[in-house]
T-cell receptor, first 112, second 114 residues
Framework: SQQGEEDPQALSIQEGENATMNCSYK?????LQWYRQNSGRGLVHLIL?????REKHSGRLRVTLDTSKKSSSLLITASRAADTASYFCATDAGAAGNKLTFGGGTRVLVKP | NAGVTQTPKFQVLKTGQSMTLQCAQDMNHNSMYWYRQDPGMGLRLIYYSASEGTTDKGEVPNGYNVSRLNKREFSLRLESAAPSQTSVYFC?????????????FGPGTRLTVL
């Protein structure tokens, strides 16, 4: 079973628009992370937000976390064609081995 | 630094054949992981190794075995491949960053079982 469920499953936008995707999870967490996967490649870590944080920024990325609703959102501002990828949330619930549990991902297509 | 490397990149097996997927990391990370990713899906954890000398089952361990050969290397073995094991396999390692454990992924092995 997957801890995180992402919404929408797919998103198509024009270059320059903002892209927003959401992640819901089920159990208490230490932190939540977002990863990007370009087609046919491994995942790349984007940003981590701790359970006691509500918002975090990194370049064109903005992440929010609402632990009361067990949800997070990732906003990519001023999107570029190079942002075309799948985006996954992953939760760290403090399990043995520092395991992460990944959501099903949101596929983002940025049209030039 | 090469990061996390995986071999082979592609493999086709017949049902019942065996093979070992190799993974190595040069970042001195303690923890390593094996995931599978089916089309259009997220990652599911097969096995992990929290530190050298230890291995534990993840969410979908059936049909697989692992070996943590040393701190650098973590291999995944399919003893008798089945079509249901057709997938993309990713190895990852993790480090403790400033705020939590982040994982670093290899490029993946695309396995087809006929």
């Amino acid at each position: 079973s997957q801890q995180g469920e992402e919404d929408p499953q797919a998103l198509s936008i024009q270059e320059g628009e903002n892209a927003t995707m959401n992640c819901s999870y089920k159990t208490s967490i230490n932190n939540l992370q977002w990863y990007r996967q370009n087609s046919g490649r491994g995942l790349v870590h984007l940003i981590l937000i701790r359970s006691n944080e509500r918002e975090k920024h990194s370049g064109r990325l903005r992440v929010t976390l609402d632990t009361s609703k067990k949800s997070s959102s990732l906003l990519i501002t001023a999107s570029r064609a190079a942002d075309t990828a799948s985006y996954f949330c992953a939760t760290d619930a403090g399990a043995a081995g520092n395991k992460l549990t990944f959501g099903g991902g949101t596929r983002v297509l940025v049209k030039p | 630094n090469a990061g996390v490397t995986q071999t082979p990149k592609f493999q086709v097996l017949k049902t019942g054949q065996s093979m070992t997927l190799q993974c190595a990391q040069d970042m001195n990370h303690n923890s390593m992981y094996w995931y599978r990713q089916d089309p259009g899906m997220g990652l599911r954890l097969i096995y992990y190794s929290a530190s050298e000398g230890t291995t534990d089952k993840g969410e979908v361990p059936n049909g697989y075995n692992v070996s943590r050969l040393n701190k650098r290397e973590f291999s995944l073995r399919l003893e008798s491949a089945a079509p249901s094991q057709t997938s993309v396999y990713f190895c990852a390692s993790s480090r403790l960053g400033l705020q939590g454990h982040e994982q670093f992924f290899g490029p993946g092995t695309r396995l087809t079982v006929l």
